[in-house]
């Protein structure tokens, strides 16, 4: 199971690390402006994929997984991870729009699970795992870790509710 983590280590800790990069400083400070990916274009009235997905937090998903994947001697493997994870959340944000889900709502167990999905997919696709690789405790890890992590950005206010199970429609 610890290698299964430490094998999708870029894909989990770079979802987390944008997020975390956004509260902390762009959100608050503004300190670099950050442009939403689908530049405002809806399909039948409703956005593609929202304001809440960004070119910054693209580029910084799949840099901040590169560079892990690099620390971990895997370079191409932290880059393919970064983009099947930024996929993975923009399919997520698609589907949730269409289903009339409002940005930041909840669409669970997708919302915790969109990169880990993806991830498995393109990793079992191009046979990039290594023998030890488990599907089974990389989405369990995803699951509690994403919980985990939505729990502790609620009681630090950066998320309004940690009510997964309430989908919210616009």
């Known amino acids: ?99 009339n889900i409002t940005p930041g709502g909840t669409l669970f167990p997708f919302d915790q699970l969109d990169y880990a999905i993806m991830n498995t997919m393109v990793l079992y696709l191009f046979e990039a795992t290594p023998p030890s690789f488990n599907i089974f405790y990389f989405l369990g890890f995803a699951l509690i870790y994403q919980l985990s992590i939505n729990a502790l950005a609620f009681k630090f206010g950066f998320i309004k509710r940690f009510l997964w199970w309430r989908n919210d429609r616009v």
């Not at 956004?22 to 929202?50: C, E, Q």
């Open 1 to 99: 199971m610890i290698e299964t983590i430490y094998f999708t280590a870029p894909a989990w800790l770079s979802n987390t690390l944008t997020a975390i990069f956004y509260y902390a400083l762009m959100d608050k400070n503004h300190i670099i402006p950050s442009w939403p990916v689908d530049f405002g274009a809806t399909i039948r009235g409703r956005r593609l994929f929202g304001n809440n997905k960004t070119f910054f937090g693209c580029i910084f998903t799949i840099l901040i997984s590169a560079l892990i994947g690099s620390l971990q001697g895997r370079s191409i493997i932290g880059w393919t991870m970064g983009i099947a994870t930024v996929i993975g959340t923009l399919i997520n944000s698609f589907a949730k729009r269409r289903l």
